[in-house]
Nanobody, 121 residues
Framework: QLLLVESGGGFVTPGESLRLSCQGS????????IGWFRQVPGKDREVVAC????????HVSDFVKGRFTVSRDNAKNTVYLQMNNLKPEDTAVYYC??????????????WGQGTQVTVSP
């Protein structure tokens, strides 16, 4: 059974950092495209960034450029979302998704349960 579990969310003040983790089980994430997404209640889910199997970022949204980065630790079967200089508008539930095909990064077949990030003074 393929599972994705996000962790690392929490409550921070503006300007602080968080690192989210997306750990896979039941499969090797190394061979999958991984996407990070976020959703605010009442709004559509939006892509944050994708990570290719070669650990390159793609589809990086303008609102996170220069602040968020995605990286992989294949030994831990984990993909990270490092979020720096967080802003109140970054408050959302963050999800990771996995798909075997790079072209499906924006619409992956497998999803985690999400982790809440709250940024507030």
């Amino acid at each position: 059974q393929l599972l994705l579990v996000e962790s690392g969310g929490g409550f921070v003040t503006p300007g602080e950092s968080l690192r989210l983790s997306c750990q896979g089980s039941g499969f090797s994430m190394e061979g999958y495209s991984i996407g990070w997404f976020r959703q605010v209640p009442g709004k559509d889910r939006e892509v944050v960034a994708c990570s290719s199997t070669s650990d390159k970022m793609s589809h990086v949204s303008d609102f996170v450029k220069g602040r968020f980065t995605v990286s992989r630790d294949n030994a831990k079967n984990t993909v990270y979302l490092q979020m720096n200089n967080l802003k109140p508008e970054d408050t959302a539930v963050y999800y990771c998704g996995a798909d075997l095909y790079e072209t499906k990064c924006l619409d992956p077949v497998y999803w985690g349960q999400g982790t809440q990030v709250t940024v507030s003074p």
